[in-house]
């Protein structure tokens, strides 16, 4: 809401405040003042002159040469390029010295060999913006009234020697939608009293019931219709004064009748509406919901089809107007009106929004019925704007309104006591300060030993509750006055739970292993919603998805992390390591809600390691990836727990794809994607790993136990076991830490031999296995006989024999 300083003098005595001072004590009280823009800031020396003669400029054709009187003796002479400059104009002339917005200052100058002492100025170039001006004066020069006193100040006499508060208002604060509503503030604020608007207006014989019905089908969207004639009104520009005060609050004029209506909006906060009277077609006005399929053409030339939800203003048969939005073409007000019909009506905002969020049609009116308006100003506005009609169109106004009348509206009766408000707010006041504020606010109140009981004006809906009118007080007696408190009792600081510091754990070693964090869809297709899925359900399906694409809840997140790589890939970035932490959705039937898991999972291709200095290229395997998961497990206490064994998966390298296991139960797995999901996508080698991280981090761990550094020497032992091809390795390890007992410490492959000399179906693998002893050193009679333990074990459970 934009709110002209001068403008709002007229109804609250402002004096000894200045608009950034009010601007601070309204912020203060609770509305934000986002601004206070000086409407004739920079601009100096521009007067009104008198055009005295006009002639073409013998050098151009475009340019007129002037002679200006501008009331300081001697006319000068000034070029002008305006199309509608004439003889006998009073216009805005900067004088030389003057300056402009923009810090535009005029000189004399010299124009196609003729002089120009000035410039005779549009409303663009005094800082008024375009969209703003009348379509009369969007190009060109702006035109006095002949009215006006040659050597004035042009910018008073355009009311621009004003300031604007720009109030940033939240939804519930629609009263002080209007200049009316922001006088009772500012005069709560203030402490001072509110000057309402008496509208007097003098009407002929005729009634206006004699040339109008008003009937309503649909009382509920419309408990409340008035209607007003005004005759004979001449259509014309508005007096200077009105036309400023639309354009300061962001409003175009467009003529008298049109500009009153606007005026009045800005001023009650009460929507009306201009009908030409003589294009109505009828004598009756039926307010109707629409048929659905209904077409009326609004006043923007647009063609609208209408719906049964959708509140129409009809001359009986044919729509004349789209309720609180926009009026229709085929009674619009012309340059030929002669008889205007005035609509002040009270529409309900729920319809008002539904038909302007169906059209896109947004204004200062349907914004006011949404907000919702005051019930009791519905009368008040169309007096006002007859009155207005009369006084500056010339209008004749006929006796009486024509009504349809449904409205039954209580001002809300709220209570609350006084303990209530200081112990709330913290503050010592009495009861008689507490109805002081509330008299400034004019509301009336009733005391009841410690109860005051506030009836709340209809003007301000928003107050229903006694915490409302807490609020109020506190407000208004300033929040800067209550006194800085500390929270009573007792609180316990704000921690994250183990489970969250875990899971910040593993994003903050897996980003510096060096892959970025990526956050991708939940939502998936048909074709993607099972791949990698750690547990085999059927995919949710939603109600109502925005694509097919977009249409189910996903199982794994290897999909789209792969649809990450194949994205990054086709913009040459063909080395890349992600990772995400995000939930999976697991299906419990139809009638319930799926189950949230949240999984861990990453995906790496291209170089793991690039160093061209030294020319080395390491591209990522099995291995690599393999092993951030194994930091991963060390980091999180669990590596004596974790275990990685051959699998095979649907979408994997059958021979590259191992099952992760923690304390014997699956938990996800790792591996190569299948090389034609990899062409498919259009990839290089990739590997990932998903992991379900509810799992991982709900695992106990160990407490953590420390162990000297060893003060006594270890003994190495290797052996080669020749087994059968389709033993692993891993399984071999197993039996040998456990067999090896509490001497064996380390244990791992370090060859693998499948070439000649072999016999078919065997292969090697060499172990390294490390014994020592925290207490003493060991003797090789202790390392044989635990070596020994090691042969024998892997020799019953696996059939290994050493190598000769």
């Known amino acids: 809401m934009f709110v002209s300083y001068k403008w709002l003098q007229e109804y609250v005595d402002l004096s000894g405040v200045t608009p950034v001072e009010l601007a601070e004590k309204i912020t203060k009280s609770g509305i934000e003042v986002e601004g206070v823009e000086v409407l004739n800031e920079g601009i100096k020396g521009v007067v009104v ?151 007097q207006v003098e009407t002929s014989s005729e009634k206006a019931s004699d040339y109008i019905d008003v009937q309503v089908e649909a ?26 005060r639309l354009m300061s609050a962001g409003i175009r004029p467009h003529n008298n009748v049109v500009d009153i209506t606007n005026y009045i909006l800005l001023e009650y906060g009460q929507p009306l509406h201009a009908f030409d009277y003589d294009r109505l077609g009828s004598k009756q006005i039926l307010v109707r919901k629409a048929c659905d399929g209904e077409v009326i053409v609004t006043l923007d030339d647009a063609k609208r089809e209408l719906t049964s939800d959708h509140l129409l203003i009809t001359n009986g048969t044919e729509p004349i107007a789209l309720a609180g939005v926009m009026g229709g073409a085929n009674s619009e007000v012309q340059p030929d009106t002669k008889n205007v019909l005035i609509e002040s009506a009270y529409f309900k905002g729920a319809t008002v929004r539904k038909a302007s969020k169906d059209h896109g049609l947004r204004s200062e009116a349907s914004a006011r019925f949404e907000k919702g308006v005051d019930p009791n100003r519905v009368r008040a506005a ?74 709340v004006p209809t003007r301000r809906g928003d107050i229903t509750i006694e915490e409302d009118l807490i609020e109020e007080v506190g407000r208004l007696f300033g929040y800067d006055n209550l006194a800085s408190t500390l929270p009573i009792g007792s609180s316990t600081p704000g921690h994250l739970t183990q489970y969250q510091n875990k899971r910040r754990l593993v994003r903050r070693y897996l980003e510096g292993a060096g892959l970025f964090q990526a956050v991708t869809y939940s939502l998936t297709n048909e074709a993607k919603a099972a791949q990698y899925a750690l547990e085999e359900r059927k995919p949710v399906q939603l109600a109502m998805p925005m694509s097919e694409d977009r249409s189910l809840l996903r199982l794994s997140i290897v999909p789209q992390l792969l649809e990450v790589l194949k994205y990054n890939s086709a913009r040459q970035i063909d080395s890349l390591a992600v990772y995400e932490t995000g939930a999976v959705f697991l299906s419990n039937g139809e009638e319930e809600l799926p189950e949230e898991r949240e999984h861990l999972a990453g995906a790496v291709t291209g170089l793991w390691h690039s160093h061209p200095w030294q020319g080395e290229k390491k591209p990522v395997d099995f291995y690599a990836v393999k092993g951030i998961l194994e930091g991963l497990f060390d980091k999180l206490g669990l590596s004596d727990k974790a275990e990685f064994r051959q699998a095979q998966k649907d979408g994997m390298h059958p021979g590259r794809t191992a099952e992760v296991l923690l304390s014997g139960e699956s938990v996800g797995f790792v591996g190569q994607i299948h090389p034609t999901v990899e062409k498919e996508l259009d990839l290089k080698e990739t590997y990932a790993f998903e992991l379900s991280l509810k799992a991982i981090l709900e695992e106990e761990v160990s407490p953590l136990q420390y162990e000297a550094i060893p003060r006594f020497p270890s003994i190495t032992r290797d052996i080669a076991l020749v087994v059968d091809k389709g033993t692993a390795a891993g399984a071999l390890e197993g039996i040998i830490k456990e067999a090896g007992g509490k001497l064996l410490k380390d244990v791992h492959v370090f060859d693998l031999y499948e070439g000649e000399r072999m016999e078919p179906g065997k292969k090697s693998i060499a172990f390294s296995l490390k014994y020592f002893d925290p207490e003493r050193t060991l003797t090789d009679e202790d390392v044989t006989k635990a070596h020994d333990n090691v042969l024998d074990a892997v020799k019953e459970k696996a059939g290994a024999v050493l190598r000769g």
Not at 72 to 91: L, R, Y
Not at 171 to 183: I, K
Not at 434 to 446: C, G, H, K, S
Request: overall charge negative; aromatic content about 4%; some cysteine.
């Open 382 to 455: 169309a007096e006002r704007a007859v009155q207005l009609l009369a006084q500056y169109a010339g209008g004749e106004v006929l006796e009486g309104s024509v009504e349809a009348d449904a409205l039954q509206v209580e001002p809300a009766v709220v209570s609350v006591t006084l303990e209530k408000i200081n112990r709330v707010l913290g503050t010592e006041l009495s009861m008689k300060e507490v109805e002081d504020i509330f008299a400034r606010l004019q509301f009336e109140t009733n005391t009841d030993n410690d109860t005051i009981t506030v009836t």
């Open 219 to 244: 009382k509920e969207d419309n408990p409340l219709y008035v209607a007003k004639v005004v005759k004979n009104v001449i259509v014309a520009p508005s007096p200077v004064w009105l036309q400023a």
């Open 49 to 199: 002159g008198h055009v005295l003669e006009r002639e073409q400029h013998p050098n151009a054709d475009k340019l007129n040469k002037c002679l200006v009187d501008t009331g300081t003796g001697e006319p000068v002479q000034i070029i002008c390029g305006a199309a509608n400059v004439d003889k006998g104009q009073k216009v805005a002339v900067a004088t030389v010295g003057a300056v402009l917005p923009g810090n535009f200052k005029i000189k004399r100058a010299k124009l196609r060999g003729e002089e120009s002492n000035g410039m005779i100025c549009s409303l663009q170039e005094l800082g008024i913006e375009s969209k703003l001006i009348a379509k009369e004066y969007s190009e060109g020069i702006y035109v006095f009234p002949n009215d006006v006193e040659v050597g004035q100040d042009a910018i008073e006499q355009l009311n621009r020697d004003d300031q604007v508060l720009e109030l940033g208002l939240t939804p519930n604060r629609s009263d002080c939608l209007s200049m009316l509503g922001v006088a009772y503030e500012v005069a709560a604020i203030l402490g001072r009293e509110v000057k309402l608007p008496e509208p």
